[in-house]
């Protein structure tokens, strides 16, 4: 595939972070020798490559009570190399939604020989085995796996380490396209294949969503990650006493990481998670706070944003929907030792125009986990290991 080569980066301490790059061409042809002039506005990766890459990859699609036909559509979206793994809050009782999506991906496999990993949020194994690993900071009162989208991640990401992949890239399972579904993926691997550092994070911008009913939703979306793109600017703006538009990717559910960087950063609960990674990296490498990780503060951590051609389509979740999201991911800038007066007041008008909170609140602080480097993966393994086949989409076939 082509896409355009970084025209900038912006150099925030260890951190470099690529202007967005357009997707030129999805499907480039056969390797052939690049003339030198075409190399340098335009970045060609090979098939051979991509497939490289996709094979060291695991694809987690964290859902929750999403239509089973969305799901079924996602999943024959993901290229044949990557492992998938499925992380499930779906309902269990009166109807046993996960069991349908396991059913789903079990059938997926079975004719598409391959291989698929499907694992419930609140399987008390996974619960016990974070306890025995001294990871307790997932378990609410309960002993269970909180409820979120991030606690589903991190759990996923943890199995990825188990099956020993070196990226991990998240697809939500309500999109409409698979054709756009499979593009994220090549844009995971091409972004990966440019990075110098493995300490990489490749994140997905999409030009177009589609209007279907109503429209307000739509304008509200846009209005959400606009919102969360100024803040984060505005933090890193006075950080570098220059005036930066740079991050237009704040709220990218779709977007992939080295396992190597996803192992040292801190995680926010649910929705806050993805402004969050970005904060995490300014925090822990953007120079003003001591530097979170030697080996990564040397290399630097890379920051990709690519834009795809396919438009976005996802389920549209309501006007409430949109303020969930909106509020926690603003609380994380807010609440980052980072931020300044500034960006303080910046954060509390955008969330009182909205009506997100009321004049004289402050947004709440997320819930932040410590870095998974901190599990003790062996552990960890040997808790889960009787259970693994029972987690695989194939199970008793092979
Ligand atoms: P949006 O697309 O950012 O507006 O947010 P969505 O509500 O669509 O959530 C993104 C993805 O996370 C979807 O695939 C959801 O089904 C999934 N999701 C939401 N909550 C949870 C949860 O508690 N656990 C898991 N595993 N997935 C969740
Ligand atoms: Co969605």
């Known amino acids: 595939m082509r896409i355009e080569s970084p025209r900038y980066t912006e150099r925030v301490g260890s951190v470099r972070i690529n202007d967005v790059q357009k997707v030129l061409e999805l499907d480039s042809g056969r390797a052939k020798e690049l003339p030198r002039e075409e190399k340098i506005a335009v970045q060609k990766t090979e098939e051979d490559t991509i497939k490289d890459l996709e094979e060291k990859m695991a694809i987690i699609i964290p859902t929750k009570d999403e239509k089973l036909k969305l799901f079924e559509g996602v999943i024959s979206g993901v290229p044949h190399e990557c492992l998938i793994i499925v992380v499930s809050n779906s309902q269990r009782k009166r109807v046993d939604r996960f069991r349908m999506e396991r059913d789903t991906l079990s059938q997926f496999c079975h004719f598409t020989r391959r291989q698929a990993l499907i694992i419930h949020q609140k399987d008390p194994i996974l619960a016990e085995a974070l306890r025995e690993a001294g990871y307790t900071e997932l378990l609410g009162e309960d002993g269970q796996i909180r409820d979120g989208k991030a606690e589903g991640m991190m759990i996923a990401m943890l199995i990825a380490m188990i099956a020993k992949k070196n990226y991990v890239g998240f697809i939500d399972a309500d999109n409409y396209f698979p054709g756009a579904v499979w593009e994220y993926v090549r844009c995971y691997a091409s972004g990966f294949s440019m990075a110098k550092s ?13 209007k279907i009913s109503t429209g307000m939703y739509f304008k509200k979306w846009g209005r959400v990650s606009e919102i969360t793109n100024r803040c984060i600017n505005s933090l890193i703006s006075t950080k570098t006493g220059f005036e930066t538009e740079i991050i237009k990717t704040g709220n990218a559910g779709e977007h992939a990481m080295s396992l190597g960087l996803a192992k040292i950063l801190p995680y926010a609960s649910s929705y806050a998670v993805e402004p969050q990674e970005l904060v995490s990296i300014f925090e822990g490498f953007g120079g003003v706070l001591p530097m979170a990780h030697q080996a ?24 409430q929907h949109q303020q969930e999201m909106l509020l926690p991911g603003l609380g994380v800038i807010y609440h980052s030792p980072l931020c300044d007066k500034d960006t303080k007041q910046m954060v509390l008008d955008e969330l009182r125009q909205q ?38 989409a194939l199970e008793g076939e092979q």
């Open 198 to 210: 493995p300490y990489v994070m490749v994140r997905i911008l999409w030009r177009y969503k589609p």
């Open 296 to 319: 990564a503060a040397k290399h630097g951590v890379e920051i990709f944003q690519i834009e795809t051609r396919n438009p976005h389509l996802h389920e549209e979740k309501g006007e």
């Open 355 to 392: 009506n997100a909170i009321s004049q004289d609140k402050e947004p709440s602080k997320p819930r932040l986990y410590p870095p998974l480097k901190k599990v003790d993966l062996q552990q960890f393994t040997k808790a889960i290991k009787e259970h693994i086949d029972s987690y695989s």
